[in-house]
């Protein structure tokens, strides 16, 4: 779309932009809370790093995704090992090593159990015993070598100027170049039987949800989040969906009114849509909405993993501006961007916006007077109260339904499922961080991460 945000304004920018910014960051850190002494993960580094521990116990960080393995560190001196296993994914896992007969329960997403190996002294096997998920990737192995030296007991502090200056240097990489783009407008084609048409394909990519960091993401063409598809009151759409993942699925026009057949339940209302297999969902748009299509089979994994987009009906520029009336008493009286933010918390690509993680989300440019429309989607399983510094937002509608009365909020929260429509005018000129206010989708001990990005204003 025309008025997509802008990639890489920095990039052209001067040293006095790049102020600002620190600026935004330092008031940023300050508004959000003082942060104390904070130790890096134990045994975070690499093993070489570190002294050998006297008794010759090593522990070991284990994380499970949907569907890796993760070891931290992965090579250990023979000993005593126990395993700290924390299931970061969004489905059930467990970690067994099946040899030594060592398993953990099934784990739910989010929880951590210890698995005390006992004495190894050589290469641990492990996988996850959750049908399916050790040949979807979920096997690994942990190395023991006596050239490995054992992870200190002592945990490892940052000075203050260490972190400080990593601080630092994570907000120099924004907005940090990476490969792929989520929710481009996809233009429909026009059939000779009447419809606007887009044709999806659902499949497994390597998506970088920041520099260098390469996960299996489930995608709609290849983009996470999905195409961002757009239809007038009136038309009639037809999304023809092709399955090329290794399972089946089938996809849940959310907020958007369709028959029954193509509310995309199965095995409700449809069957499965089997790998290799295509289906029609067709209906006509007979009232706006702020939409969003996104699979229904499996989807506690296959959302949160990417299969999520927006489906935008009617002239939501025009209507919102009407709505808010003359509240926005600084704007020169047009919607002059039209943005969608996808929030997600989970699977293989975690807490990010739009398929990205700080440094790698966009950045948005407004001038002062100018007003920028955000449709907040939340496709993830945890609420997000979003927050930008300034300017301060006019809610105008929630789920696609225009509020009878627009309230102002600097901070909205966003539950799973929903869709807030924001509009924001640009007073005062700088650059304004925009994040989620659960401080841990923002902050690090090493810097910004996760659900943030900035608004330049000039
Ligand atoms: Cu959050």
Known sequence: MSDKPTKNPLIASSDFLFSLMLLAVIAMVVSIGAIGIVSVAKNGGSSSEAAASPSGSTTVDVTLTEFAIAFSPSVVPPGNVVFNVHNAGSAQHNLAAVELNKRTPSLDAGA???????????????????????????????????????????????????MDSMMEAVVKRFPEKTTGLGGQELAPTMTSDGYKQFDLTAKIVDWEVEGG????????????????????????????????????????????????????????????????????????????????????????????????GSLLIGDWKTSTMKAAGNRLTDS??????????????????????????????????????????????????????????QPTGLVV???????????????????????????????????????????THAETPTGMKYMVTAVIVS
């Open 213 to 308: 960091k390469v996960v299996k993401g489930w995608a709609y063409n290849g983009q996470i989040p999905g195409p961002q598809l757009r239809a007038n009151v009136g038309d009639k759409v037809r999304i023809r969906l092709k399955n090329e993942l290794t399972e089946s699925t089938s996809m849940h026009l959310h907020g958007i009114r369709v028959p029954n057949a193509m509310d995309g339940v199965d095995p409700i209302t449809q069957g499965v849509i089997k790998p290799g297999e295509t289906f029609d969902y067709e209906f006509t748009a007979t009232e706006p909405a702020v939409g969003m299509y996104h699979s229904h089979h499996n989807a506690q994994v296959q959302i949160p993993n990417g299969l999520a």
């Open 332 to 389: 020169n009286g047009k919607v002059d961007q039209e943005v969608v933010m996808v929030l997600n918390d989970a699977g293989t690509i975690g807490l990010s916006l739009n398929g990205k993680s700080f440094p790698a989300t966009a950045p948005y440019t407004m001038k002062i007077g100018e007003t920028m429309l955000v449709h907040y989607y939340n496709e993830g399983l945890m609420s997000h109260p979003m927050h930008m510094h």
């Open 112 to 162: 951590h159990a210890l698995l005390d190996l006992g004495k190894v002294s050589t290469d641990v096997n492990v996988i996850c015993e959750i049908p399916g998920h050790k040949d979807s990737g979920m096997k690994a192995t942990l190395k023991v070598s006596a050239d490995a030296t054992a992870p200190t007991d002592t945990v490892p502090v940052m000075t203050n100027a260490q």
């Open 397 to 439: 509608a929630r789920d696609g339904v225009m509020l009878e009365n627009p309230f102002f909020a600097d901070t909205i929260s966003v539950a799973p499922g929903e869709r807030w429509s924001v509009l924001y005018t640009a007073k005062d000129a700088g650059v304004w961080a925009w994040h989620c206010h659960i401080l």
